[in-house]
């Protein structure tokens, strides 16, 4: 194994343990303390917490993919449909997780506006675009990756 994927590995791990730290400890009080907090949203905010929990599925799911596209870097197959086909994932992925938070945001306002915190509504948008800015990079990734193999391929067959 490499040392420069090894270290990305790692990362990915890392990049795991706060998000299911948050699916275990955090979500569950928050859902409770707000459906308290808001007793008429309750049924909206247990919607918004399946919704956040979906999403952190798929976010698992991003992680793996990264995994896996790191093991073909390993495997010097980074050039490959099966890398595309991770990064087409990955995008595909990121992009739902976006469109989940953003379906959430009726709520985040809701609960800005009881508890008058604006600067609620901005942490929640920037929560829900940083997804889609990966799906936008995976996205260009993909689409280089599949030129350099098209390069590739009409150099293998020229030679």
Request: aromatic share 12%; net charge positive; glycine share 4%.
């Given at each position: 194994?490499?040392?420069?994927?090894?270290?990305?590995?790692?990362?990915?791990?890392?990049?795991?343990?706060?998000?299911?730290?948050?699916?275990?400890?955090?979500?569950?009080?928050?859902?409770?303390?707000?459906?308290?907090?808001?007793?008429?949203?309750?049924?909206?905010?247990?919607?918004?917490?399946?919704?956040?929990?979906?999403?952190?599925?798929?976010?698992?799911?991003?992680?793996?993919?990264?995994?896996?596209?790191?093991?073909?870097?390993?495997?010097?197959?980074?050039?490959?449909?099966?890398?595309?086909?991770?990064?087409?994932?990955?995008?595909?992925?990121?992009?739902?997780?976006?469109?989940?938070?953003?379906?959430?945001?009726?709520?985040?306002?809701?609960?800005?506006?009881?508890?008058?915190?604006?600067?609620?509504?901005?942490?929640?948008?920037?929560?829900?675009?940083?997804?889609m800015v990966v799906a936008v990079?995976?996205?260009?990734?993909?689409?280089?990756?599949?030129?350099?193999?098209?390069?590739?391929?009409?150099?293998?067959?020229?030679?």
């Open positions: 194994m490499k040392p420069e994927t090894l270290f990305l590995k790692i990362a990915v791990f890392i990049m795991a343990v706060p998000v299911l730290a948050l699916c275990i400890f955090v979500i569950p009080v928050l859902t409770r303390g707000i459906s308290e907090f808001i007793p008429a949203f309750s049924f909206w905010v247990k919607v918004a917490s399946a919704g956040i929990y979906l999403s952190a599925v798929l976010y698992f799911l991003v992680l793996y993919q990264a995994l896996r596209l790191l093991g073909y870097i390993d495997k010097n197959k980074a050039f490959s449909h099966l890398s595309v086909k991770a990064l087409k994932n990955i995008k595909y992925y990121a992009t739902t997780i976006s469109i989940l938070f953003l379906l959430t945001m009726p709520l985040v306002y809701a609960v800005a506006e009881k508890d008058d915190a604006p600067g609620l509504i901005i942490v929640g948008m920037v929560i829900a675009l940083a997804p990079f995976a996205a260009v990734l993909q689409k280089l990756l599949k030129n350099a193999i098209n390069i590739k391929k009409e150099n293998d067959l020229t030679v």
